[in-house]
């Protein structure tokens, strides 16, 4: 009997230093759900769903989505779109790219040196056509209004798991409300690339190179996430056929 209870507390002991183990190693960039929960206002897309957005309270009066495009929740990484396609893929290459007319290389036939455009027309972006009027993908402007430290604070953690950036508005009467946008990588060809490591959402414009002063025709901008040492959060490049995440604001009708 002896023996029997003395196994037993070996056991106890055993099993309670697993659960003060797994306590010690509770991630502590982890954060609740309802952090991003707080100055929730519902739209009516036209395609008939309903989409939150959240006021930040920023001077330009926009409203953030709450979730990518084709998610269901602020972690998910949701549909990838080519910039300046209206419908999510699977595939991503320059030879079912939408405005490219041949199968190997870059030959574009929108939004090129021909035309001169090099910003999405409203017809051309995918919140417009999916949900109506008023919505759109965000302008280098717009992200940089987001990334400014008098109207957010920015912090690295993780939601249900999945690591990205909380914006937190530091308006007055604003203060709290916020958006989660995971570093969700980029689609190249039928591969995620840099899933957990880096984080891509396409801007409305293509990509101006300052160096050489000229309009780069086969890339477009996107805002960029890189969690390390130092967190940068800043514009670049990528080829317009990768497959990126939107991140729709809306701006009202």
């Known amino acids: 009997m002896k023996k029997n209870l003395l196994t037993l507390s070996i056991a106890f002991i055993s099993f309670s230093a697993i659960l003060l183990s797994g306590c010690d190693k509770e991630d502590p960039d982890a954060i609740q759900t309802d952090v991003v929960n707080k100055g929730l206002q519902l739209v009516t897309g036209a395609d008939g769903k309903d989409y939150y957005v959240v006021d930040l309270g920023l001077p330009s009066g926009n409203l953030w989505a709450t979730c990518n495009m084709g998610a269901a929740s602020p972690e998910l990484t949701g549909s990838l779109y080519a910039w300046g396609e209206k419908e999510p893929k699977q595939n991503f290459e320059w030879s079912n790219y939408l405005w490219n007319s041949d199968e190997n290389v870059a030959d574009l036939t929108k939004y090129c040196s021909t035309d001169g455009k090099t910003q999405l027309e409203a017809a051309d972006q995918a919140p417009a056509y999916t949900m109506g009027q008023g919505w759109r993908i965000p302008s280098k402007d717009d992200f940089l209004e987001l990334l400014t430290t008098r109207n957010c604070t920015s912090k690295w953690c993780k939601l249900n798991g999945v690591g990205g950036f909380l914006f937190t508005s530091v308006r007055k009467g604003y203060e709290g409300n916020s958006i989660f946008m995971p570093i969700s990588g980029m689609k190249d060809h039928d591969v995620i690339r840099f899933e957990g490591q880096y984080g891509w959402y396409w801007c409305n414009s293509l990509f101006y190179d300052s160096e050489k002063q000229k309009t780069v025709y086969t890339e477009a901008s996107a805002l960029w996430f890189e969690h390390d040492d130092v967190d940068n959060h ?18 009202g009708k």
């Open 234 to 251: 800043i514009i670049k490049s990528r080829p317009r056929s990768v497959g990126l995440p939107i991140r729709a604001i809306y701006v």
